[in-house]
């Protein structure tokens, strides 16, 4: 039996992780722009009717709508499936080399996203028209150009709910109760389903009336929650950082106060995430309302947009810097937990302001360069570039930063 052997280009944690930074921003600068272009291709193609009856405007957004669609579905929907779900079940069955394996992980990612697309959306779309496949991906008049594209648009937000619902059954409940009854395929398969259950119930109670415009003799019979949609996402994204923290680097503080085991571990930490959702943006929006960092956008747009780069600091930190500073490094708990705090804090809402301020000059952002592509904007365009550093490490295994052999 031979032993693995890791050779990592940069020795240091901090050295790799910002090379391994630099690197996926600018990966993600390319490849964005290609996937763009290649579905807008393709989705023009099959809506080629549709598009030609609805006119400039309505098919400028369905083609956006698409294309946003595809990248959610298949890439950042299919991620947390495959890696958070399934512990990138099978990503070693053909060769444990890089970046083969990673390459090979991708390709099902991209299988798998399509697959839950046409599952789950073609199961709602039996009985509401906007869901019907057929519209969605080969509408024939103006009026389905305009009926498929509020399709794609309540049916792109399912993502919103599975970073929100999916992830906290493994950060929060640790996948329980199916965790360390059977075999790891048989747990992930269990937790998948009974997460994957109410994720699609969430989405369906919050998410699809909200986009309707349901009325009864005239008058609304829903609302979107929190009262606008930019109001709810500063909610989910708010949930979504308590429900990562105790799992990407502060050692299950502080849910573990609280509570040892699960269940009840898990549902002190979406007590505490909920929290969180209701209690952090407004100290952000007291904040950085005043500075007006974005003329004329919605205040809880900007307060979104802050909370996901807090996202992606937490995560990239853990990802790319191997959940700096160590153990080793720093041997006391509470100090290491804290210096973790305190960069996701700074550098989080840095960056973000950063970001607010020089994203439509980036093709990741609102910039297409006059090439035609489509942009994700404001809040959207983060995930392009957090996407690439999550398959990086997760797919790839930092390759070629870090080489095993």
Known sequence: MTEEITKRVFKGQPSTGFVGFG??????????????????????????????????????????????????WLVVTSWIWMVIGFDCYGKTKYTKKQPWAGIYCALVAIAVGIIGFLLLISFVGIWWKPFNLAIMLTPATAADAAM???????????????????????????KWPFAGTSNQLTENIGNFASST?????????????????????????TAPPFGSFPAYLAFVLG??????????????YPVKLFAKKQPYLGLVGILFAIATGFVLPPIIRSVFEPMNLLPGAPVDIIVSSLEL?????????????????????VPNAAVRILVRVAIWIFGGFGLGVLWIKIFTLLPIGGNNFSMGFHTMGLVAG?????????????????????RKG
């Open 382 to 402: 983060q995930f392009a570039f957090l996407m690439t550093f999550l398959y990086f490490a997760g797919f790839f295994d930092k390759w070629p930063l870090i």
């Open 23 to 72: 690197l996926c921003l600018t990966a993600s600068m390319i490849l964005w722009p290609l996937w763009a272009i290649v579905a807008k291709a393709l989705f023009s193609a099959l809506a080629a009717q549709g598009l030609a009856a609805a006119g400039p405007e309505l098919s400028g957004k369905l083609i956006g709508a698409m294309i946003e669609g595809s990248f959610m």
């Open 239 to 252: 949930f979504v950082i308590f429900s990562i923290v105790p799992v990407m680097g502060a050692e299950l």
């Open 197 to 221: 259950c109410v994720t699609y119930i969430a989405w369906v109670a919050m998410i699809v009336p909200s986009f309707m415009l349901l009325s009864s003799n005239g008058e609304a019979v």
């Open 148 to 174: 498929s594209l509020r399709g794609w648009h309540v049916s792109n937000f399912y993502s919103l709910m599975v970073v929100m619902v999916q992830i906290a059954f493994a950060t929060l409940l640790h």
């Open 309 to 329: 780069t807090v996202i992606i600091v937490i995560l990239a930190l853990n990802e790319l810097f191997d959940c700096y500073p160590s153990a080793d490094l």
